[in-house]
Structures are given as structure tokens and as C-alpha cells.
């Protein structure tokens, strides 16, 4: 394969506005992008440093690029998702969920409209409510329309074929317009609160039948005027029961969660100040690393590649990439003003919080999924060249601050995920602070120490957080406990210290390898020494934090609680007693001179 000359290509590519195409050898699509000056954007992928692994593969594989000018970069960003919709390159963020999207429709043809299911927006003529996040979100709504407004949601050739009311009618959830029973100008009615119920503008409907109740009570309609009080009644219960009601407006609200191996969007919409519905997504990713990369480029394909009703507010976890002309070409498509938004407050804040946490857990259910989890032990066994599928790791951490307060992690993962129930921390002492080769001796020593004497199961795959030092400490430890039918990796950050570039170490021959950023045992392994780093870091917080809530007056021999409370009422606090002279802490009355010049040389070793 020929190399493509990116230096020709560059030398005369223009610097206005446009989209890009990128092709491999066989001509197929890789990626499609969009840039404000095109030979900025395209060139800053054939810089020599500062690449992502999921770039460099990109760039290997290109042999061709097309770029289109266009004349803005909204244009762009408008080109861009239209060909991403077309082509589904694979190194472009695409929503695997292509579907038409669930909406409420009303006809405006009919003499009695019905309110019925559709999956997209068609050729059908009327009023279209949505799009929902899911099929059920529309039935639930569709139940409450029945239940409060009564208007029809039959098929047409049903509606014009009936003799006597259905059973619709007799459990209360239509007015049988199909038999005559309700005038047009009242189903109409009825028909307009069920619209205004839909767009959000509850306050509005309480006022009309309020004002409708009140009048058909004055002109003695009284079965006309209960059928409405029992309609308040039904609208009061639902807002009290069925939603979280706020403060008024729409949005659209998205949380982003990124882990090695995994991304997830939770979307919120918010109609009417009300959360009608959520929705988990997935995206496959290949080159946007970062959430603001990420929910960009999915905020873009969400809205601009079909018939999606776009917000006035969007709101997002983080500040997107490109937030301005992503504004610009949503208000372009919307024909009105559309606010991207981030930095909020109040219920926003709360709506913001509740997307994002939903991401989060959407995720973690996502990585930890038996088929997910499987397929990356799978993956590890053929990285590693093991001879089994291994069926139980260890992964083992050291964290502390400055040498004080070591502690050492052990975490264990099998094939369902995390083992939580098998974590196992151990407070170092008795070694030099800061030596984190002892450390780790130290640790592996007492772990399976404890396992060679039946308290424990080995693990197939041991693995260190660490370089070369710390690998063969593991392997000292092994060979001291007898221990032969355990292999052993260690991970340690590349020269970058960035995620997708660590390096791997074999504790049998010592052999260093990158896998590539994309493989499922990466992720694996990022993600067990990830979790050792937490689980040892929140155990080295804890006894940092017990160590300082103790006096160092409590170790000196003869003080006891009398006089520490003594000294520290006498001087105002610890540090005032360890600034004193000898002669100043005599002059407490319970120390003697003796008892001072021992205090004076415990709080100063140094002197």
C-alpha cells in the first residue's frame, strides 16, 4: 500500500470552510469532517506528535481525501451529518438506534380526529406531538389522554362502521362520536385541552375548564359541567402522581460517560417544565475521545440527519466542542432561537445532575454485562497468549503521600466483572516511606502467604500496577512462595501518561508491548488497574486521615489525657506547643522541667 503524500495535498488546500472525506485503499469511506478552514483541520491530523492512538489508525489507512467548500461552517456541520447519515463511516461517531422515532398524531382532516401512534413524521396531514423517547412513553401518554379527555384513538374504518358505542365508551375513555353522542363543537373542545394537554400547558387548560365548568353550571348544564370537574379532578391527579413538574419550558437534557471500551448518553426531555420520558444510547466511537468531543458530534447527528423536534434549550453535562456553530445550524433547522447550555442552576442543575448520573450507571451496567465482560476476557487470553481463558484476575496498587500512610490494594475481577466481595487492602509499615518496590514485596507477600495456606484462591492472571521494578518484586514473591501457574502483566503508562498508550510488561520474559487502543483487553486491564487505583487511594485517605486526627502528645511517655488537655488549654493548640520553649512548657503546672525537656525533644527529633 502506497503512502498518501499529505505534504502535496496540504500545500494547495484551501483555507475556507467545508467538509472533508477521507478513503482507504479500497476506496471505501473512513471518516467525514467538517472545518471553519480546511487546511487548518486537515492538517492537524499528519502532525507528528500529540495523535491519539484512534487518530494514528485513521491516518494509516487513509489514501484519499475529497474536501467540498461550502460557504459557512454551519454549512458544514449541515453537509457533514447529512453524508455521515448516508454513508455510516466507520470512524464516525453513529447512533446504532436509526429508527423513526415514536410521535402523537392528530388529524386535521377528520370531522371527529382521533389521537393515534405514528412512527415518524409522514405524508399523513395534521398535528405530530413528539418525537417520544420510547414506543411506551407514547402509550403511557395515550392511556392518561383517554382517561382524562375521552377523545377517540380508533382506526377510521372501525370509527365509520358502528351501529352502537364500543366498550371504549362504556368504561368511560371516549364519548362515542362514532354513534352520535357528543355534538362536534364538543369533541372539539375536548380535543383542543387534549392538544394543549400534549404541549405542555397544563396551567392553561385548569383556567379554561374552570371558566367552561363555571358556565355550564350558570345555564344549568349540570352533566356537562361534572364531566368537566371530573376532568380537573382527573389533570390534578396525574400532575400530582404521573410527573415531576417544574419550572416551565422545554429541554432536552444530555449526561455523557466515557470508560475504556464504552460510551453512554442519557438523554432527559423535559416538556413543559414536566421529564416525560429518558433514553439510554450507546454510541460506538471511534476518534472523539474526550465528553465534549463526544456529545458533540452525537448532539449533531441526534438533531440535524431527521425529523426531530429540536428544543429551545438544550442542555449538556460539559461545555461541547464548536458549541457556536452547532447553535447556529440547530436555530438554522429549527427556525427560531435554540440555547446550548451547560453552566445552569435550580431545577436545570437538578435535570443536569439526574442525566449525567443515568449515564453513569447506564455504563457501568453496559461494561458489566456478561457477554461484554466474556468477550473481553476472550480478547485478553489472545493478547496475552495465555493457554486458558482465564477466569480470575488480581490486581494489586500502592498509594500514599510522600511515604506517609502506604497502603496496598488487591482487586479482583472474574468473568461476571468486579468481585467486591474478595477487595482486600493492606496498611504497609516496617519499610522505608516512599519505597514502593518493599511496598509491594510486602503486600503480595502477606496475600498469598494467606492463599498458600488455603485462606484464598489464586488468581490465573496477576496484575501489577507498575513498571519493570514492580513486576519482578511480584515475581521474587511468587518464586519465594512456591508459587508457579500464575501469570503475570504488568501495566505501566507510556512515555504520553495517557490512556490507550500503557505498557505492557510479561513477568516471565520481561517483553514490553502496546495493544491497540481499540481492544477489548485493553479496556479490561485499564479498567482493574483503574479500580485498584480508587480502592487503594480511598484506604491510604482513611489512614491519612486517622494518623492526623491523632495528637502526637498521645505517643510521649507520662502525658496522659489530663495533661495533653492541660497543655493544649494552656497554649491554644498542638502547633503553639510545639513552638514552645522547654522553659514555656514547664510553666504548666502538672509538667515538671523533667517532663518538659522529654516533651521538647518528642515533638523535635530533629534538635
Known amino acids: 500500500m502506497t503512502e498518501f503524500d499529505s505534504k502535496a495535498f496540504l500545500k494547495d488546500l484551501t483555507r475556507r470552510p467545508g467538509i472533508y472525506q477521507m478513503y482507504d485503499e479500497a476506496d471505501k469511506i473512513l471518516y467525514v469532517g467538517k472545518a471553519k478552514n480546511l487546511r487548518n483541520r486537515v492538517s492537524s491530523y499528519f502532525r507528528s506528535t500529540g495523535l491519539s492512538p484512534k487518530t494514528q489508525a485513521l491516518v494509516a489507512r487513509i489514501q484519499r481525501i475529497e474536501v467540498t467548500v461550502t460557504g459557512s461552517e454551519t454549512e458544514a456541520l449541515l453537509l457533514e451529518q447529512n453524508l455521515i447519515k448516508q454513508q455510516r463511516p466507520p470512524y464516525n461517531i453513529l447512533l446504532r438506534d436509526d429508527k423513526s422515532y415514536p410521535y402523537i398524531f392528530v388529524s386535521d382532516r377528520d370531522e371527529f380526529p382521533a389521537i393515534r401512534f405514528r412512527r415518524g413524521t409522514g405524508r399523513q396531514k395534521g398535528r405530530y406531538f413528539g418525537p417520544y423517547p420510547s ?30 358505542p364500543c366498550l371504549q365508551h362504556q368504561i368511560k375513555r371516549c364519548t362515542a362520536p362514532c354513534v352520535g353522542l357528543i355534538s362536534e363543537d364538543e369533541y372539539r373542545q375536548d380535543l383542543q385541552h387534549a392538544m394543549l394537554f400534549l404541549e405542555g400547558r397544563n396551567h392553561e387548560i385548569m383556567q379554561t375548564l374552570g371558566a367552561e365548568m363555571d358556565a355550564a353550571a350558570q345555564r344549568l348544564d349540570f352533566e356537562r359541567a361534572a364531566q368537566l370537574r371530573d376532568q380537573i379532578s382527573a389533570l390534578q391527579q396525574v400532575q400530582e402522581q404521573q410527573y415531576v413538574t417544574g419550572q416551565s419550558g422545554d429541554a432536552d437534557v444530555f449526561g455523557c460517560a466515557i470508560q475504556p471500551g464504552g460510551v453512554s448518553i442519557h438523554a432527559l426531555f423535559v416538556r413543559g417544565g414536566r421529564v416525560i420520558g429518558s433514553k439510554a444510547y450507546h454510541p460506538r466511537v471511534s476518534i472523539e475521545d474526550t465528553a465534549d468531543q463526544v456529545l458533540a458530534a452525537f448532539i449533531a447527528q441526534f438533531y440535524l440527519t431527521g425529523p426531530r423536534e429540536i428544543p429551545p434549550v438544550i442542555i449538556t453535562a460539559v461545555a461541547i466542542t464548536d458549541a457556536d456553530c452547532m447553535q447556529q445550524a440547530l436555530e438554522k433547522r429549527r427556525g427560531r432561537k435554540v440555547a446550548i447550555q451547560h453552566n445552569v442552576r435550580g431545577e436545570r442543575a437538578g435535570w443536569q445532575r439526574l442525566a449525567q448520573t443515568n449515564a453513569e450507571q447506564q455504563l457501568g451496567s453496559h461494561l458489566a454485562s456478561k457477554q461484554n465482560v466474556y468477550n473481553r476476557f476472550l480478547s485478553l487470553q489472545d493478547a496475552l497468549a495465555l493457554d486458558n481463558l482465564p477466569t480470575r484476575l488480581e490486581c494489586f496498587d500502592i498509594s500514599h503521600s510522600s511515604g506517609e500512610a502506604t497502603v496496598a490494594s488487591c482487586v479482583v475481577f472474574d468473568r461476571q466483572g468486579p468481585k467486591k466481595s474478595d477487595y482486600r487492602r493492606f496498611n504497609i509499615d516496617g519499610i522505608t516511606p516512599g519505597d514502593d518496590y518493599a511496598a509491594m514485596h510486602q503486600a503480595l507477600t502477606r496475600r498469598y502467604t494467606k ?5 484464598g484462591i489464586l488468581p490465573d492472571l496477576l496484575i501489577i500496577d507498575g513498571g519493570k521494578g514492580q513486576v519482578t518484586q511480584a515475581m521474587d514473591v511468587l518464586e519465594e512462595l512456591q508459587i508457579n501457574d500464575v501469570a503475570v502483566v504488568g501495566i505501566a503508562k507510556g512515555p504520553t501518561r495517557k490512556a490507550g498508550f500503557e505498557v505492557l510488561i510479561r513477568g516471565d520474559t520481561g517483553e514490553e508491548s502496546i495493544l491497540a487502543s481499540d481492544l477489548p483487553a485493553l479496556h479490561l486491564l485499564q479498567h482493574i488497574r483503574d479500580e485498584s487505583h480508587r480502592f487503594a487511594i480511598a484506604g491510604h485517605r482513611a489512614q491519612r486521615g486517622k494518623a492526623r486526627r491523632q495528637s502526637r502528645l498521645e505517643e510521649i511517655p507520662g502525658v496522659g489525657p489530663k495533661r495533653r488537655r492541660e497543655l493544649l488549654r494552656h497554649f491554644g493548640g498542638l502547633k503553639e506547643v510545639e513552638r514552645a520553649s522547654i522553659e514555656e512548657i514547664a510553666k504548666v503546672s502538672s509538667i515538671s522541667r523533667t517532663l518538659a525537656q522529654e516533651i521538647y525533644a518528642a515533638l523535635h527529633p530533629e534538635s
Do not use: H, P, Y
Not at 137 to 164: G, P, T
Open 135 to 164: 414506543s411506551g412513553a407514547v402509550r403511557e401518554s395515550l392511556n392518561l389522554l383517554q382517561k382524562v379527555f375521552r377523545v377517540r384513538q380508533c382506526e377510521d374504518s372501525f370509527f365509520r362502521n358502528r351501529s352502537r
Open 451 to 455: 492463599v498458600k495456606k488455603g485462606e
